[in-house]
């Protein structure tokens, strides 16, 4: 029950495409080489820290990512979900939306009814989850001590219910030239949950210094 195991479901796809390595899903074949290479969420994880973090206002899609070998949160979690949906998985994001800070984006994945998940970020602790949550909302928690603002704020307030991209595939999410807004708009529009009452985040004590720096670890700066 770790990120090692690999993913090798065989479930057919809602579009007919088999999930098992067996379909395209329009990528090139170097990208559905490259993809279908990334084949356990630790090797995920691995070349999402690889790629070089950007910091421009952009949706790019995963083949876009790939070519340009860089991407933020939202790209690192597209690219994530593709490589997911290759090796035999749904591809699934969640999004996490924090008061005063920017939302932060999961793929996510499960493997023994466990939820785990995979992230590109600058932030050291919002990245790689292993499936050991039994829910949404218990993967949601595991990143709130990591969470937070440049004042050292704690800011995780909500997370979404799990999408599925692949209400998405008529928009060409995974290949588009074009950004593919279509998702961000999808996560903001998606059902989210308070992971606690307001009163409880009025009284959250801002993070220690020490804490602060260790989650600073690799920063990429503008």
Known sequence: MNGDLPLNGKQPSRNGVRRGG???FGLSPKDLRTLRALNTPVKIQKF???????YADTAWSPARALRE????CLEGALLAAAALRVNGHP????DLEGVRDDDHVIALYRERGLWGGVAKSNYAGLRFRAPVCRTLRELALSYFEHY??????????????AVNLARLDSRGWMTSEEDV??????LIAARHYPLFPDKVARKLPRLDRRSFEAGMHGTVKH
């Open 48 to 54: 999402l820290d690889a790629l070089t973090y950007q």
């Open 91 to 94: 591809p699934l994001l969640m």
């Open 181 to 186: 807004w279509c998702v961000p708009e999808l």
């Open 148 to 161: 937070y603002n440049l004042r050292g704020e704690r800011t995780l307030r909500s997370y979404s219910a």
């Open 69 to 72: 070998r860089k991407g933020h």
């Open 22 to 24: 067996h379909g395209s």
